[in-house]
């Protein structure tokens, strides 16, 4: 009787095993493909040091899928969004000109208006909105009220850019549905978080905050400058160390309105953004193995 029992026990095991073996294996779900934020900060001039920057990652084919500008880095950054390469953005920066974007203006909140800037860009992209840009795009500016960051990811490109480029008392500050905004280096000269809180797994943060370089500084423009590039520097530190790589190019000697140096600046950036290469190539490598980058 035991013998029969146990003989039973061990069949019905052996079913419930082949049974089980039977069933569907749960497949786990995918996993979400990496985002990779390329981030660039604000500084004036010195923001022709993203193009170069631009031209390392394009050369060496790392996937950008999305990009965060403040102040220089969204006009740089909203040209290269919209389809521009980083070969032709060089072209178009040794080509520019003061007199191409600044529309000077009897002092009211500023110098410079701001609308040559906007009609620009606007050009440029092909009068193409922030949301339809072939890289999605932000554009991050300060709201003069209330003193918050704002993040413009839709809406008129040319006109995001220039309220993130309205540098206090140079620049009008920018009204767009009632509010006045101001260039977005005033909170957010590096802004990682807002690359972050748009998704991204992965931020290349490049800091052209560089402080000043000794000069001293001639007039009230350059005095405003120079003091907001000193502001720059002191506030970015609070957000590149939540960056996965930091590119800083060594521009502190180019002041923010030196537009004569941006052969200097643009190489400036290559030579950082070529030291940062290996670090990036291995996140990249990564994020393959994880199947999770094309």
Sequence with gaps: MIN?????????????????????????????????????????????????????????????SLIVGTSAGSFVGSLYASGISAYELQRIALALEKNDLADLTFPDN??????????????????????????????????????SEIVFGSGNTGKAVRASCSIPGIVQPVWISGKPYVDGGVVSPVPVLAAKQAGAD?????????G???SIPQGILETILQSIDIMYAKIAASQTVYADVI????????????????????????????????????????????????
């Design 202 to 210: 992965v931020v290349i943060a490049v800091d052209i905050s560089a």
């Design 110 to 147: 500023g110098f410079i208006r701001g609308e040559k800037l906007e009609n620009y860009v606007n050009r440029m992209v092909r009068q193409t909105p922030i949301e339809k840009l072939r890289i999605p795009f932000r554009a991050v500016a300060t709201n003069l009220q209330t003193g």
């Design 4 to 64: 029969k029992r146990l003989f039973s026990l061990w069949v019905l095991i052996l079913c419930v095993l082949f049974l089980s073996s039977c069933l569907p294996k749960e497949i786990p779900p995918p996993s979400r493909p990496a985002k990779i934020a390329v981030v660039l900060g604000a500084g004036a001039s010195r923001g022709f040091a993203h193009v170069g920057v631009l031209k390392v990652l394009e050369s060496q084919k790392i996937p950008i």
């Design 212 to 214: 000043v370089g000794g």
């Design 247 to 294: 590119i800083a190019p060594r521009v502190s000697n180019i002041g923010s309105g030196d537009f004569d140096k941006r052969n200097e600046a643009i190489l400036e950036g290559e030579k950082a953004a070529t030291l940062a290469l290996p670090r990036i190539q291995q996140i990249v490598a990564k994020l393959r193995e994880e199947g999770r980058l094309r």
